[in-house]
Nanobody, 121 residues
Framework: QVQLQESGPGLAKPSQTLSLTCTVS??????????WSWIRQPPGKGLEWIGY???????RYTPSLKSRTSISRDTSKNQFTLQVSSVTPEDTAVYYC?????????????WGQGTQVTVSS
């Protein structure tokens, strides 16, 4: 059974860089055809896909966040990390990591429980 667990600080100040890590167990992040995504849900709004890193390591981001977002991985720890720079209160959200696979990678088969991030001075 694949499990994902987000970790990171729950509070950030405006202009700082937010960094969250997703630790995966029960499966390798380098397995072929898996796409490891970050998704967020601001208060009172719907889910927003942020980006992914697939088994190849070649990342993809949603255009609105591309200039401020980076996803990387540590294969030795089976973890992948999200960084969002120059955060504002609009980046306040519950952040999730999730896994999709193949051509239907937007169907997320496994999710972490989510972690609340609040951006406030």
């Amino acid at each position: 059974q694949v499990q994902l667990q987000e970790s990171g600080p729950g509070l950030a100040k405006p202009s700082q860089t937010l960094s969250l890590t997703c630790t995966v167990s029960g499966g390798s992040i380098t397995t072929y055809n898996y796409f490891w995504s970050w998704i967020r849900q601001p208060p009172g709004k719907g889910l927003e896909w942020i980006g992914y890193i697939p088994n190849s390591g070649s990342t993809r981001y949603t255009p609105s966040l591309k200039s401020r977002t980076s996803i990387s991985r540590d294969t030795s720890k089976n973890q992948f990390t999200l960084q969002v720079s120059s955060v504002t209160p609009e980046d306040t959200a519950v952040y999730y990591c999730a896994r999709g696979s193949g051509s239907d990678w937007t169907i997320f088969e496994y999710w972490g429980q989510g972690t609340q991030v609040t951006v406030s001075s």
